[in-house]
């Protein structure tokens, strides 16, 4: 009832003063009016004021009634939070993934029961330690000590060395991790058992290939004319099917291997070799050129990264057209790393199909890869290739520009030239 009352007060003593203003204005007394006016209108106010009834004071019951809405909105926030960091709770406990929860110094602050029976964790004991002393003795603390951002791709479980993982860290917030594993056991068996039949499959094909073969260079064309055209399709088909199986065991060989026979691989006689090869696959219809920048050599598998370069060249001759150029550059990194590089003006890649070049029989063109004698396998020998010496292939191609294909390698893997008197060439 306040603002009525205070609102009609206003206007009565305002109607007042213009009253009271306007006869003293008149009368030449505008400002002992005023004055008059003024103290009339203080004395009827504070007369008025009095008059008003008291306001009762707050009542507890009636205090607590008004915020009792307020209070139960607060109730069935928090209840309605809780609900839902219970079933994040329970569906967290019910993936059949490892997931454990870690603070910013990497201690154990929850996990879920697969992260019991993958990582042999326990409640609470385990509770606050830090994981990496926890699989200290295990390859997974190794590498949550290197404080890596890959994957961790295949890994004994450490309850049960005959389950294999896949272990990830991820970011969550500033200052806490999530470590997932997977439980990759039906996968990498099956992995395996691919890998077994194409290595049973290829050593079988290759004795009948090559009696086949043997065969075939015993008849002469000269005796039998009418039949050179067909023996003459009947090499060249078995040919390519060595080809192909020699391949699919160099994959099985370079996948099933665990150590490689290390050693210092030495650049310049490698490209040496790289340079004949390519000349002679060439029989002169392209230009091959060497650029050797880096006085540097590669502690690897002579083996595996001569395969891998090899293929590298073979490729940029096989799809380079007649007249084009091919450049075999070797070159250091700013990191300390080193690359090799094939550079061709071949027909180019789309961009579309580049991602899928190491896939194993991917071909861009099929027609193309026939006429040229690939197998389809090149690309995949090579990045398992690289793979095996933490090496990593590079593709940059354009259509009607040509191709260039790095194998890039880190700075762990190089080594000063063996030779003093070693000088880069170009």
Partial sequence: MRRPITLSLTLILLVWLLLVTALGYAFQQFFPALALAALVALIWMFWRMQSWPSEPAPVLG???????????????????????????????????????????????????????????????????????????????GAWLKQDSKAMLADVPAPSDANLRLSINRIPLGKHQHLLLGRDITAFTRLEQMRRDFIANVSHELRTPLTVIHGYLDLID????????????????????????VEDLLILSRLETQMDLSEERVVIPALLSTLIREAEALSRGRHTVHLENTFRADLYGSLKDIHSAFSNLVSNAVRYTPSGGSITLRWRG????????EVIDTGYGIPQSHIQRLTERFYRVSSSRSRETGGTGLGLSIVKHALNQHQAQIVIDSEPGRGSTFTAVFGPERVLKPALANETPST
């Fill in 62 to 140: 009636k205090t607590s009634t008004r915020t009792a809405p307020e209070t139960s909105t607060t109730r069935h926030r928090t209840q309605r939070l809780a609900s839902q960091l219970r079933a994040l709770r329970d569906a967290g406990a019910a993936l059949p993934d490892a997931v454990i929860l870690l603070d910013e110094q990497g201690r154990i602050l929850w996990f879920n029961p697969a992260s019991a029976r993958l990582f042999g964790l326990d409640w609470p004991r385990d509770r606050m330690l830090k994981i990496e002393d926890r699989l200290a003795d295990h390859p997974i």
């Fill in 221 to 244: 064309p000269e005796d039998a004319p009418t039949l050179a055209p067909l023996l003459d399709d009947l090499r060249t088909q078995s040919q390519r099917m060595t080809r192909i």
């Fill in 333 to 340: 990194l700013d990191n300390g790393g080193a690359a090799f």
